[in-house]
């Protein structure tokens, strides 16, 4: 299609010259044609890119060969040439595609997205909707790098009590570099609320609930509060007396947990965390509850209790029992008694068939939690955040900030040298700058009631993980579904978790040991830390697109899909690595990855080399086996928990579901979490392929919402 009647040089915006490129436009209008089912056109089927292309070359021929065509003008002429073939379905994904385009180099333009931030539109979206500044009309009056800088001024203000102004400048710069180099992100209400009124910086609380009207009421008001500065809470519910159970002030009957927890998921809604993040809970009762069965069958009441995960609290004598195939007592919580006995393979099963049905409940294994518990002195722990990573004591609450793997690969070394190729000691000094700024945060921290501040300066905990672990993985050519992944994994986590503590005994030295460490296994051990937790896997969720990153340390859900972006437009995206080395080994082409996006995986694709369908294995590709060791891998070294789920596809059984909760045990993991595709009516990413019989090349493709960031198919996991 190059010949010397065409235009030899294209306008760009900012005014340079370009060679005119037939192939991209080409290349664009694929792209619309994709985000369009096929259509017929007057008896005859759509015609192909090229085809259209050749449309748009006879418009510019026609201008002459010395007339230089602007980029906006080849667009128009696009446009048209799609209204006038007929194709007003895929004129309007192209015009929205401009659209996403100009909106995305305006939005970066005015948030300041330059010098190297490379963020990507969704990125810019979220922080514009959630993160950055507005005045009181509304307006957004911040850029990223100035929040990034906001942040790190806010955090670094905790210097001035260890040092002087110097440190303080020092530090202010080096937090807000990691950030803007998106090598470390806090956890979200960190990234909103730093230096602003609010000042609440944790994600992560536990509440108590007392078995009393003041008790439970309380327990709301608190919920409350802490949902409109950006926390999530989690409860146990297992104090409560069972339904039917006397009360004595009145001499009525109780109405049990289940019907209490009800209200917290009602103020929930109302709440809504003040528009910026949606409410999530944590509901958990002991396996020994009265009311144990009304518990697990809770979700499958249609949308009961839908601003809650839940977790059954397993003990170790529960699941002995289960492997001896006998009873288990119930306790009522306040007089101590057993009121009945219950087959503990018939609980497990119907925990087991729920969480197949609805994804809930999981399984934490309290008993395990416990004897990991740092501060055994100050009592048991109960529950955990909403989705699991964070076992806390009541009124303890915790902050949260994740390393993104992906940016710590020599892009030099890739391919040839494996695991050298992460390079070790930058991820190291980040490490060691992530715990102080986390450590920090405590110090400068906001907080919501009294309680919560005593107890959360009183341990100092902090939750240090890891996200793009997907990344990472593709990036040195690793299957996730291999024993090289699970062992690098597991050497990750421990170089985390040995980083870390050095950095907690180092900052113990100049600022002192946790208050509460007397008494800690810390002083059993002899080890003199400030913190008496330093790391957790979260699940990342919104952080992650800021990063661009995979979600925490899950495998990526779609190699190619849909995204849903504004005023219903439906734009292709393919990830990164795919797309580069299919270009770089020849096998890319549009039509490819659409087939990719229908069928939700590219294993057993024709086309495709063997060793790029193992590197780029899928959630729903991976056994629960592997998903559940990927976890176990993490967990060996990891003080908090793991947030990890195991994703099903909508084949799996009930019975597949049980072998997953009793292998998370015997495997080491504090708890463990299950999600069969199509479980539940809300999903942020869809996969029609798996849900409907008939032919991949007339289904349509996996679609994600907007904000979809890589992680469970189901909102309330990636909170």
């Given at each position: 299609?190059?010949?010397?009647?065409?235009?030899?040089?294209?306008?760009?915006?900012?005014?340079?010259?370009?060679?005119?490129?037939?192939?991209?436009?080409?290349?664009a209008?694929?792209?619309?044609?994709?985000?369009?089912?096929?259509?017929?056109?007057?008896?005859?089927?759509?015609?192909?890119?090229?085809?259209?292309?050749?449309?748009?070359?006879?418009?510019?021929?026609?201008?002459?060969?010395?007339?230089v065509?602007?980029?906006?003008?080849?667009?128009?002429?696009?446009?048209?040439?799609?209204?006038?073939?007929?194709?007003?379905?895929?004129?309007?994904?192209?015009?929205?595609?401009?659209?996403?385009?100009?909106?995305?180099?305006?939005?970066?333009?005015?948030?300041?997205?330059?010098?190297?931030?490379?963020?990507?539109?969704?990125?810019?979206?979220?922080?514009?909707?959630?993160?950055?500044?507005?005045?009181d009309?509304?307006?957004?009056?911040?850029?990223?790098?100035?929040?990034?800088?906001?942040?790190?001024?806010?955090?670094?203000?905790?210097?001035?009590?260890?040092?002087?102004?110097?440190?303080?400048?020092?530090?202010?710069?080096?937090?807000?570099?990691?950030?803007?180099?998106?090598?470390?992100?806090?956890?979200?209400?960190?990234?909103?609320?730093?230096?602003?009124?609010?000042?609440?910086?944790?994600?992560?609380?536990?509440?108590?609930?007392e078995?009393?009207?003041?008790g439970?009421?309380?327990?709301?008001?608190?919920?409350?509060?802490?949902?409109q500065?950006?926390?999530?809470?989690?409860?146990?519910?297992?104090?409560?007396?069972?339904?039917?159970?006397?009360?004595?002030?009145?001499?009525?009957?109780?109405?049990?947990?289940?019907?209490?927890?009800?209200?917290?998921?009602?103020?929930?809604?109302?709440?809504?965390?003040?528009?910026?993040?949606?409410?999530?809970?944590?509901?958990?009762?002991?396996?020994?509850?009265?009311?144990?069965?009304?518990f697990?069958?809770?979700?499958?009441?249609?949308?009961?209790?839908?601003?809650?995960?839940?977790?059954?609290?397993?003990?170790?004598?529960?699941?002995?029992?289960?492997?001896?195939?006998?009873?288990?007592?119930?306790?009522?919580?306040?007089?101590?008694?057993?009121?009945?006995?219950?087959?503990?393979?018939?609980?497990?099963?119907?925990?087991?068939?729920?969480?197949?049905?609805?994804?809930?409940?999981?399984?934490?294994?309290?008993?395990?939690?416990?004897?990991?518990?740092?501060?055994?002195?100050?009592?048991?722990?109960?529950?955990?955040?909403?989705?699991?990573?964070?076992?806390?004591?009541?009124?303890?609450?915790?902050?949260?900030?994740?390393?993104?793997?992906?940016?710590?690969?020599?892009?030099?070394?890739?391919?040839?040298?494996?695991?050298?190729?992460?390079?070790?000691?930058?991820?190291?000094?980040?490490?060691?700058?992530?715990?102080?700024?986390?450590?920090?945060?405590?110090?400068?921290?906001?907080?919501?009631?009294?309680?919560?501040?005593?107890?959360?300066?009183?341990?100092?905990?902090?939750?240090?993980?890891?996200?793009?672990?997907?990344?990472?993985?593709?990036?040195?050519?690793?299957?996730?579904?291999?024993?090289?992944?699970?062992?690098?994994?597991?050497?990750?986590?421990?170089?985390?978790?040995?980083?870390?503590?050095?950095?907690?005994?180092?900052?113990?030295e100049?600022?002192?040991?946790?208050?509460?460490?007397?008494?800690?296994?810390?002083?059993?051990?002899?080890?003199?830390?400030?913190?008496?937790?330093?790391?957790?896997?979260?699940?990342?969720?919104?952080?992650?697109?800021?990063?661009?990153?995979?979600?925490?340390?899950?495998?990526?859900?779609?190699?190619?899909?849909?995204?849903?972006?504004?005023?219903?437009a439906?734009?292709?995206?393919?990830q990164?690595?795919?797309?580069?080395?299919?270009?770089e080994?020849?096998?890319?082409?549009?039509?490819?990855?659409?087939?990719?996006?229908?069928?939700?995986?590219?294993?057993?694709?024709?086309?495709?080399?063997?060793?790029?369908?193992?590197?780029?294995?899928?959630?729903?590709?991976?056994?629960?086996?592997?998903?559940?060791?990927?976890?176990?891998?993490?967990?060996?070294?990891?003080?908090n928990?793991?947030?990890?789920?195991?994703?099903?596809?909508?084949?799996?059984?009930?019975?597949?579901?049980?072998?997953?909760?009793?292998?998370?045990?015997?495997?080491?993991?504090?708890?463990?979490?299950v999600?069969?595709?199509?479980?539940?009516?809300?999903?942020?990413?869809t996969?029609?392929?798996m849900?409907?019989?008939?032919?991949?090349?007339?289904?349509?493709?996996?679609t994600?919402?907007?904000?979809?960031?890589?992680?469970?198919?189901?909102?309330?996991?990636?909170?």
């Amino acid at each position: 299609m190059s010949d010397q009647t065409l235009p030899q040089w294209v306008r760009k915006r900012e005014g340079a010259l370009v060679p005119f490129d037939p192939g991209r436009i080409e290349s664009a209008i694929q792209r619309a044609l994709d985000a369009t089912p096929p259509l017929e056109v007057e008896g005859r089927v759509t015609p192909s890119a090229r085809t259209l292309t050749q449309d748009v070359i006879d418009v510019l021929r026609r201008r002459g060969p010395d007339h230089v065509p602007s980029v906006e003008e080849i667009q128009d002429i696009v446009e048209e040439t799609l209204i006038h073939r007929g194709l007003t379905a895929a004129a309007k994904a192209y015009i929205l595609y401009r659209h996403r385009r100009a909106s995305l180099r305006e939005a970066k333009a005015l948030f300041g997205v330059r010098n190297g931030l490379k963020l990507s539109l969704n990125a810019v979206r979220v922080l514009e909707r959630r993160y950055l500044l507005r005045d009181d009309q509304g307006h957004v009056i911040e850029t990223p790098a100035g929040m990034f800088e906001r942040v790190g001024h806010a955090v670094a203000e905790a210097e001035l009590r260890y040092g002087g102004e110097a440190d303080r400048r020092e530090w202010e710069e080096r937090f807000a570099a990691a950030m803007s180099a998106l090598d470390f992100l806090p956890n979200s209400p960190t990234l909103m609320n730093a230096g602003t009124r609010l000042g609440q910086l944790s994600a992560c609380f536990v509440l108590p609930v007392e078995d009393s009207m003041d008790g439970i009421f309380g327990a709301l008001h608190r919920m409350a509060r802490i949902h409109q500065t950006g926390g999530g809470t989690g409860f146990s519910f297992s104090r409560l007396r069972p339904r039917g159970d006397i009360v004595g002030s009145t001499h009525g009957v109780a109405s049990g947990p289940v019907s209490f927890m009800s209200i917290f998921d009602v103020a929930t809604e109302v709440v809504k965390q003040g528009g910026k993040r949606r409410g999530a809970n944590m509901g958990v009762l002991r396996v020994d509850h009265p009311n144990i069965v009304e518990f697990i069958k809770a979700k499958t009441r249609g949308n009961f209790l839908r601003n809650f995960n839940l977790s059954v609290a397993v003990t170790d004598e529960f699941l002995r029992a289960v492997r001896e195939d006998r009873d288990y007592p119930l306790i009522n919580p306040r007089t101590g008694a057993e009121v009945q006995r219950l087959s503990a393979r018939g609980i497990l099963d119907l925990c087991a068939n729920a969480a197949w049905e609805t994804g809930d409940p999981g399984l934490i294994f309290i008993d395990v939690i416990n004897r990991h518990n740092p501060t055994p002195h100050l009592g048991p722990i109960e529950a955990t955040n909403p989705c699991g990573e964070l076992p806390l004591l009541p009124y303890e609450s915790c902050n949260l900030g994740s390393i993104n793997l992906a940016r710590f690969v020599d892009a030099t070394r890739t391919g040839q040298e494996g695991v050298e190729a992460i390079q070790w000691e930058r991820l190291r000094q980040t490490v060691h700058l992530a715990v102080r700024f986390l450590d920090d945060v405590i110090d400068v921290n906001r907080y919501v009631l009294p309680e919560i501040e005593l107890m959360t300066r009183g341990n100092r905990k902090i939750g240090l993980g890891l996200m793009g672990f997907a990344d990472l993985l593709i990036k040195l050519g690793i299957p996730y579904d291999s024993e090289e992944a699970r062992a690098l994994a597991e050497r990750l986590m421990r170089f985390l978790s040995e980083e870390g503590r050095r950095a907690s005994m180092s900052l113990a030295e100049q600022r002192g040991v946790f208050p509460n460490w007397k008494g800690s296994i810390w002083e059993g051990k002899g080890m003199r830390v400030r913190n008496a937790t330093v790391t957790t896997i979260a699940p990342t969720g919104t952080i992650s697109i800021i990063a661009g990153c995979s979600s925490g340390i899950e495998p990526i859900f779609a190699v190619s899909f849909v995204r849903n972006v504004m005023e219903g437009a439906r734009l292709l995206e393919v990830q990164p690595d795919f797309e580069r080395i299919a270009r770089e080994r020849g096998f890319y082409t549009s039509e490819r990855m659409m087939t990719i996006a229908r069928r939700g995986s590219v294993r057993g694709l024709a086309g495709i080399p063997e060793d790029v369908q193992r590197i780029f294995a899928t959630a729903f590709d991976i056994s629960p086996g592997d998903h559940v060791r990927v976890q176990a891998a993490f967990q060996k070294y990891c003080d908090n928990s793991v947030s990890k789920t195991v994703n099903l596809p909508a084949s799996a059984t009930p019975e597949t579901v049980r072998k997953i909760f009793l292998l998370a045990y015997e495997l080491g993991c504090k708890g463990v979490t299950v999600y069969r595709y199509g479980s539940r009516a809300e999903q942020v990413l869809t996969f029609p392929a798996m849900a409907e019989k008939a032919p991949a090349d007339l289904l349509e493709p996996a679609t994600a919402s907007a904000e979809y960031a890589g992680g469970c198919p189901e909102p309330q996991c990636i909170y």
